[in-house]
């Protein structure tokens, strides 16, 4: 039986498959930490190597502004004047720090100028911004400064709410706590306004 509870049979002469593959893994490993060049750089070229690389992930990911969603803004002619709200868009970036994931939900609030976007174009815009290494508090400025000027107005909250596995996975391994940010701006300064957008995204 093995360590999940199923028993496995083996002809007479027969080998565990298993087990072979297991060695070969092991002599893989082995070898991958044990090349033999490991240590012909110092921390110097070390350092050099990985900028490069970063630098290269960093513009593949999303610093390439030709990938910034191109918006059309429509006529408001239901003039629905009070505040809308696109709640729950999902989406996952890379922390830079660690460049491990962190994602989670975000909720974005706003009152329309006159203009008004199609709802997807809100999470194209999340999607850019998310797309590129990052740190959520910069990732929650983003995405509400290209919206209020999408919108043409400030009046735009937006709340991100993530679980970061570089909490979870290293030193103080908390898989449970949760990063909230916020920016509010234009009428969500208000607090009865704010409150309403805190009330809407529960
Ligand atoms: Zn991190």
């Known amino acids: 039986m093995n360590e999940h509870g199923r028993v496995i049979r083996f002809a007479e002469n027969e ?4 087990n072979m593959a297991t060695e070969h ?32 992930i960093l513009h593949t ?7 910034r969603p191109s918006i059309t803004l429509f006529e408001n002619k239901y003039r629905y004047n009070q505040m809308l709200v696109e709640k729950n868009i999902s989406f996952y970036s890379n922390c830079e720090h660690h460049f491990v994931p962190f994602m989670g939900k975000l909720h974005v ?4 100028s006159g203009k008004v ?7 194209r815009v999340v999607k850019y911004y998310a797309n590129r290494p990052q740190v959520q508090e910069r990732l929650t400025v983003q995405i509400s400064k290209e919206l209020q000027e999408i919108l043409e107005t400030k009046d735009v909250a937006v709340l991100i709410d993530a679980a970061h596995l570089c909490v979870a996975s290293r030193g103080v ?4 706590s949760r ?3 916020a920016c509010y701006d234009g009428r969500f300064q208000n607090e009865e306004t ?3 957008f805190l009330s809407l995204i529960k």
């Open 61 to 67: 990911l999303g610093l390439d502004p030709r990938n």
């Open 15 to 18: 080998q565990p498959a298993e």
């Open 25 to 56: 893994y092991v002599s893989k490993y082995l070898e991958t930490a044990l090349r033999a060049d490991a240590f012909d750089m110092n921390n110097e070229q070390k350092i050099d190597v990985i900028a490069t690389h970063f630098r290269e």
């Open 109 to 112: 609030g706003y009152f329309s």
């Open 117 to 123: 976007i199609g709802l997807s174009k809100i999470h």
């Open 179 to 181: 990063t909230v940010t």
């Open 173 to 176: 391994n908390d898989s449970d």
């Open 194 to 196: 704010k409150s309403n």
